[in-house]
């Protein structure tokens, strides 16, 4: 089994969950982070996990960009589609707002990877509205973002069940 994972990520949250992803993945495993990667063909690939962080309701552009103009050839593929986002209320949503329905109702496994704050690594805007996000969490007594290890052996497990 040959497997691309492809993500976006902003402050490096998602590419640790996709590293950890990878050492749980059985078979070849290429990371491609699509703003500094050369991306691959996909006719090298048997499955694709495609995914990101989630930035004031968004995945990166590039991400869904890309899922949209390689529609047919991904249909053919296995699929699996993550995203990181420390908000569980809203995650079907983020789904279906960042990848196209035919793919997700294709995809053996959607998995969101929780969330965690890297203010040290943040801009000044990011930085300005995640800490609003968590004095807004500890106003209203909910729970904070957190990483979901879990959800990453989970998908890791789906994906070499099916191969």
């Given at each position: 089994m040959k497997t691309m994972i492809l993500y976006a990520s902003k402050y490096g949250f998602t590419a640790d969950c996709v590293a950890e992803l990878k050492k749980n993945l059985n078979g070849e495993t290429r990371l491609v982070n699509i703003n500094s990667d050369k991306i691959p063909a996909?006719?090298?690939?048997?499955?694709?996990?495609?995914?990101?962080?989630?930035?004031?309701?968004?995945?990166?552009?590039?991400?869904?960009?890309?899922?949209?103009?390689?529609?047919?050839?991904?249909?053919?593929?296995?699929?699996?589609?993550?995203?990181?986002?420390?908000?569980?209320?809203?995650?079907?949503?983020?789904?279906?707002d960042s990848f196209p329905d035919i793919l997700l109702e294709k995809a053996l496994t959607l998995d969101n990877f929780g969330g965690e704050m890297r203010p040290d690594k943040m801009k000044f805007f990011h930085k300005f509205v995640s800490n609003m996000v968590e004095k807004s969490a500890q106003k209203d007594n909910t729970s904070p973002m957190k990483p979901l290890p879990e959800s990453i052996l989970r998908m890791a497990n789906t994906i070499n069940t099916h191969s």
């Open positions: 996909l006719d090298d690939y048997d499955t694709v996990l495609i995914g990101g962080s989630i930035y004031i309701g968004q995945i990166d552009k590039k991400i869904k960009k890309y899922c949209l103009s390689h529609l047919d050839e991904l249909k053919n593929k296995t699929l699996g589609f993550f995203i990181s986002c420390g908000s569980a209320e809203t995650i079907d949503t983020y789904f279906k």
